[in-house]
């Protein structure tokens, strides 16, 4: 079974992250429970957040002082959770991929943390988070070749040396979820704002979602939090 470590070094910098591991999942046509949760979230959230909420926020502010220990532009690569609450103010939806997709989505709306999920079947070998070397294979979400990697990115990388997620800010074509996805290895990451107990109930929150609507079963949880 999929292992998932942490290094030191990525501890140091104050990243905070649970890991999930979940089988049996049904990611398939179009659900209507689903449906219902994207109308209820999208009417609460069309209240909470704005341009100043977002700016203020500490959970976002965190993400931001991560990327500037690690000296990367936070204009490039911005955390996934305030590119995707910058999307919702600007559009005023929750954008329609998949079930699955758009549960974890909807919990990082939720919650301000970076939610990401990879299918257990494309990864090689364990998955550890660590910071990169620079020869790390990196081929981004919607890119059709590898782009060059710089070393001293905190990145979850598995073990054919691949990384599977950069920073927070971006996942991968190999592990991309899809309809014919059934078992997930999900990431929920915070920072130095967020405390054990937040980790702990955004996983509750994405795992009984999941449940709910998508089927499937918990196989292993990780949580980091020091």
Request: hydrophobic share 35%; charged share 25%; net charge neutral.
């Amino acid at each position: 079974m999929l292992d998932f470590t942490v290094s030191h070094e990525v501890r140091s910098l104050g990243v905070r992250v649970a890991g999930l591991l979940m089988a049996g999942l049904n990611n398939g046509p179009d659900n209507p429970g689903v449906e219902d949760l994207r109308s209820e979230i999208t009417g609460r959230l069309k209240k909470e957040l704005t341009a100043q909420s977002i700016e203020s926020d500490r959970v976002l502010a965190g993400f931001r002082a991560l990327h500037d220990k690690v000296g990367r532009s936070n204009r490039r690569f911005p955390a996934a959770s305030e590119a995707l609450i910058n999307l919702f103010v600007k559009k005023g939806l929750i954008p329609k991929i998949s079930p699955v997709v758009d549960i974890y989505n909807m919990v990082s709306l939720e919650t301000r943390l970076s939610l990401g999920a990879h299918d257990t079947a494309k990864i090689h070998g364990n998955v550890e988070l660590r910071l990169t070397i620079g020869n790390e294979l990196f081929q981004p979400l919607g890119s059709t070749a590898p782009v060059p990697i710089g070393a001293g990115e905190y990145c979850y990388i598995d073990g054919s040396n691949e990384i599977l997620c950069r920073l927070e800010h971006k996942q991968v074509e190999k592990t991309k979820v899809t309809k014919e996805t059934c078992s997930c290895f999900f990431i929920i990451q915070g920072n130095a704002e967020t405390s054990i107990e937040v980790l702990k109930q955004s996983t509750k929150r994405l795992t009984g979602l999941l449940c709910e609507h998508c089927g499937g079963m918990v196989e292993k949880e990780w949580i980091f939090s020091y």
